[in-house]
């Protein structure tokens, strides 16, 4: 009881409908793919479909169709230069026209046009001011900003004003050229006076709030979003900008986060893109409080998190859904799409405008996947094209993308630069030594080792720098957590310096660097030789840090039935740094 059917594609659907197609990127076609229409593109204009071998458009002794392109016209775009991806066949098959960049007077006409034929809420009294800052970006730090982000700044900037009732078009304008240029400086450091000399000559006027400071007291931080009410609307407000986010379920929350620069600007940047609708992507390596940003503004908004992780093995079917053979209640086959969770949220309008969507590791993405997070991140495609050819309205999605470069090595080249233009982009600085600071002040303040706050910084500081010279992996804010942790469950139990050692002199492999670190962070004079002992009358297993400890961890034995010689006769085995892992893992 299988009955099959042949289902057109993208391509043929539109055919069969009688519509024009436009090609957007079809030099990204495979070959294989542009062959299979080679009788359509050429000759006889005609298409044999050999697929449908079920007869469900043609019949049985008639594959070919005719007379279909009387009302179909193909016209395509691509990049300069990528045409050689196609044979000199191919491109036969097409009438080839070069277009050159829009000259400024040009841009100017073309950018009123725009915004008059999708009505978006701006001032085109603006759009010299727009040019003035990409020509500048462009002379002053030779950072090019593209004619896609002259118009995603628009139609954020538009989107923007929508939400107020008197918007000040020219500062929101400011705040966005801001966010959207900010964020793609790699070299801050050196080049921010420049940036911020554009925007003096260009006469925007940007709040001190949103310029990182270098120096803060740490007294002083608080978090940059407030919990108010605006014109009878519950909702959250940016201290940085004064962009406000309406939402019901909003509420106050308390975190012992430290809110310094760094953090404070990522949790600016997700506000603007939520309000905006814009897509943020964060580039930076792990441990930079990139995850705690996200968890912290959707707990504030009263919002859900869906993580999507990618690997080099994701595929597209792991985010669009699988196609799976299942049987029916009467053991007949059926043939179903199964659905993931980001069609089911994406499908649900309700959901999805209360859920971000969290995509980690997009350097991990491959070519085809990385369509896909395109087709998603997009505003201008409105819908998403499923595995069974059919397509479902996006709406408004609150998307965050992750990219994590690895050891250091930055391939932002390898991301579509639709993808890039289409967000809000920012470079994660790694954190200075005042943020790392106020990060472990906040941490440990009110626990029992709040004593241990400037000797952990500095062993900090030691092992971080150690680590960076012998190319060793990094330490990030997430092992600040880790010691915290541990310190709270076996403060009674464990020396602090057992602790210090695991989680500072035991991340490196050569002998010689874990003996240097012991020896800069204080740690040589600690002579740790873990004792096991068993109480199997009260079924517990005891284990000391060293012979002399007076405290020890204690761990409930699930059964008796030990054999505690030899066993202790395995352990005596091992070297004293196994004995300290088995220590940790305990």
């Known amino acids: 009881n299988l009955t099959l059917e042949f289902r057109p594609g993208l391509l043929l659907s539109a055919i069969l409908e009688r519509k024009s197609l436009i090609l957007k990127n079809i030099f990204n076609i495979k070959t294989i793919v542009l062959e299979r229409f080679n009788e359509f593109l050429s000759g006889k204009h005609n298409l044999t479909l050999h697929e ?6 043609t019949s049985k002794d008639q594959k070919e169709m005719k007379n279909i392109n009387s009302n ?29 960049s829009y000259e400024s007077i040009e841009q100017k006409i073309a950018l009123q046009s725009y915004i008059n034929t999708n009505n978006l809420i701006f001032d085109e009294l603006l759009i010299p001011l727009i040019l003035d800052f990409a020509q500048k970006m462009d002379l002053n730090l030779n950072k090019e900003f593209t004619f896609p982000q002259i118009i995603n700044s628009i139609e954020m900037c538009s989107r923007l004003n929508t939400s107020m009732k008197n918007p000040d078009c020219k500062k929101n304008l400011g705040i966005i050229l801001y966010r959207l240029g900010y964020g793609l400086l790699e070299k801050r450091k050196k080049t921010f006076d420049s940036f911020i000399k554009i925007f003096n000559d260009l006469g925007f006027v940007l709040s001190n709030n949103i310029k990182p400071k270098e120096n803060f007291d740490i007294n002083d931080l608080k978090s940059p979003l407030v919990v108010e009410k605006l014109n009878g609307y519950n909702g959250i407000k940016s201290l940085i900008t004064g962009f406000f986010i309406k939402s019901s379920a909003a509420k106050y929350i308390d975190e012992p986060l430290a809110f310094n620069p760094m953090f404070s600007e990522m949790l600016d940047i997700l506000h603007l893109g939520i309000l905006t609708n814009t897509p943020v992507i964060f580039e930076g390596m792990p441990g930079q409080g990139k995850q705690t940003a996200i968890n912290y503004i959707a707990e504030l ?13 994701t595929k597209v079917e792991d985010f669009l859904g699988k196609t799976i053979i299942d049987h029916d209640e009467k053991n007949d086959i059926r043939v179903k799409i199964v659905e993931t969770k980001l069609v089911e949220i994406i499908k649900n309008h309700s959901m999805s405008q209360k859920t971000i969507i969290v995509f980690h590791n997009i350097n991990h993405a491959s070519s085809a996947v990385l369509e896909v997070l395109v087709s998603i991140f997009d505003k201008h495609q409105e819908s998403l094209l499923l595995q069974d050819g059919s397509t479902i309205p996006k709406g408004k999605l609150n998307l965050v993308g992750i990219f994590n470069p690895q050891n250091g090595y930055y391939s932002r080249e390898k991301l579509p630069s639709s993808l890039i233009f289409s967000s809000i982009y920012h470079i994660v600085n790694n954190p200075k030594e005042n943020d790392i600071f106020s990060v472990i002040v906040k941490l440990f303040e009110g626990t ?14 030691i092992t971080k720098n150690e680590a960076k010279e012998s190319n060793s992996h990094p330490l990030t804010l997430n092992d600040i957590v880790k010691y915290k942790i541990f310190r709270e469950v076996t403060y009674d139990q464990i020396d602090e310096n057992f602790i210090s050692m695991m989680i500072f002199a035991y991340r490196f492999v050569n002998e010689n660097d874990i003996s240097n670190v012991r020896e800069k962070i204080g740690l040589t004079k600690s002579k740790f030789n873990p004792i096991f002992i068993y109480n199997l009358e009260k079924k517990k297993l005891l284990i000391k840090v060293s012979e002399n400890s007076e405290n020890c961890i204690t761990l409930k034995l699930s059964s008796t039935a030990i054999d505690v010689e030899s066993i202790l006769s395995e352990i005596a085995s091992l070297t004293i740094p196994q004995k300290h892992c088995l220590l940790f893992l305990a």
């Open 52 to 57: 449908d071998i079920h007869n469900t458009f």
């Open 72 to 100: 179909v016209r193909i016209i395509s775009t691509g990049l300069p230069n990528s045409s050689t991806n196609f044979s000199e066949a191919a491109l036969s098959r097409f009438t080839i026209i070069y277009t050159k």
């Open 448 to 461: 029992k080792f709040e004593m241990e706050i400037d000797r952990f910084y500095e062993r900090f500081i």
């Open 301 to 313: 908004l009263g919002f859900q998190i869906t993580n999507i992780i990618i690997s080099r093995s």
